[in-house]
């Protein structure tokens, strides 16, 4: 009888020792979440549960004796029987989805668990997208008139030497001032001989009216 105490004290102590796993999600990515399990649980459905343990509700299960996976819109579940592994995935996870799992295998008289502390942090606020403005930036219009400005003027091949282009009135001018020149030319010939005769005229005169008058003193 003492025996069989020990016995269901020693069983209650283990069923009390359970490992505990913190797992750490952000918000709107993907918490993976792996629960090993001891060698002979291999054949027995097991089960993801969420909340206290008082107050747990399943959210997924697997299929008894059956290597596989389950899915729903929010939960992924895969018992490797292999490496003896439960694997759960949370989807889409948010700030209420943080909180208390359980990884339990429902055998017969002993339910090993493992319980899952869940955190999840808030993601980053994107970044502002910048201004749009309306108007140009002043320095591409700066810059696009810096360009047209620096371009060099196309020469033409043929051509060694670019002189500039007389004005077209200038040979229709040249056709009117030569006559004019010839015709001043002339009579310049024509009117000065003629002064210079009418000069030497007078001159005479005033020599002559010099001498009458000297002539005229001396017979008086």
Request: one cysteine or more; charged letters at 15%; proline letters at 8%.
């Amino acid at each position: 009888m003492r025996k069989m105490l020990l016995l269901i004290i020693w069983l209650s102590s283990v069923r009390c020792q359970h490992p505990k796993i913190r797992v750490s999600a952000q918000e709107g990515g993907l918490a993976n979440i792996s629960c090993p399990y001891d060698s002979g649980y291999e054949t027995y459905p097991k089960y993801f549960y969420k909340g206290l343990y008082a107050h747990r509700h399943i959210v997924i299960e697997t299929a008894a004796g059956k290597q596989g996976s389950s899915q729903n819109r929010k939960y992924y579940i895969c018992d490797d029987t292999k490496q003896r592994v439960l694997h759960v995935t949370i989807h889409n996870v948010n700030l209420n989805d943080a909180g208390t799992y359980w990884c339990q295998i429902d055998a017969y008289l002993f339910h090993p668990r493992t319980e899952i502390e869940l955190k999840v942090y808030k993601a980053p606020a994107p970044p502002k997208p910048p201004l749009v403005t309306s108007n140009p930036p002043v320095s591409t219009t700066v810059q696009t008139i810096t360009r047209n400005q620096q371009q060099p003027a196309v020469s033409d091949s043929s051509s060694t030497t670019l002189w500039p282009t007389p004005p077209a009135d200038m040979y229709t001018g040249n056709k009117l001032y030569f006559p004019v020149v010839a015709a001043a030319a002339a009579a310049a010939a024509v009117l000065l001989p003629m002064v210079f005769f009418n000069c030497c005229l007078r001159k005479h005169r005033h020599d002559t009216g010099c001498e009458l008058s000297q002539f005229n003193t001396e017979m008086n």
